[in-house]
Nanobody
Framework: QVQLVESGGGLVQAGGSLRLSCAASGNSFSFNTMAWHRQAPGKERELVAQINNSGNTKYADSVNGRFTISRDDGKDTVNLQMNNLNPEDTAVYYC??????????WGQGTQVTVSS
């Protein structure tokens, strides 16, 4: 059974940085796309950043230039380096991994709180 486990969330002051990591296990295949989404209280879950197996990336406008997504296929991990955080980045961050034929998997989420 495929599992995604996130780590690295926490509390940080505005202007600070955090690095999220997501490790996949139980898969015998490589994911086509790995991504980070977030959901703030009272809001819908939104895509933050994604990266495919060719290394192509996509970012939400609100984080472009501040966040960097990367993946290590040898370790089946995806990371999100978050710099210059602001209170609007406060949310639960979810890891997603998609294989075009097998399906999509989600992590349990990790809380990121940015204080002003």
């Amino acid at each position: 059974q495929v599992q995604l486990v996130e780590s690295g969330g926490g509390l940080v002051q505005a202007g600070g940085s955090l690095r999220l990591s997501c490790a996949a296990s139980g898969n015998s295949f490589s994911f086509n796309t790995m991504a980070w989404h977030r959901q703030a209280p009272g809001k819908e879950r939104e895509l933050v950043a994604q990266i495919n197996n060719s290394g192509n990336t996509k970012y939400a406008d609100s984080v472009n230039g501040r966040f960097t997504i990367s993946r290590d296929d040898g370790k089946d991990t995806v990371n999100l380096q978050m710099n210059n955080l602001n209170p609007e980045d406060t949310a639960v961050y979810y890891c997603r991994a998609t294989h075009n034929w097998v399906g999509t998997y989600w992590g349990q989420g990790t809380q990121v709180t940015v204080s002003s």
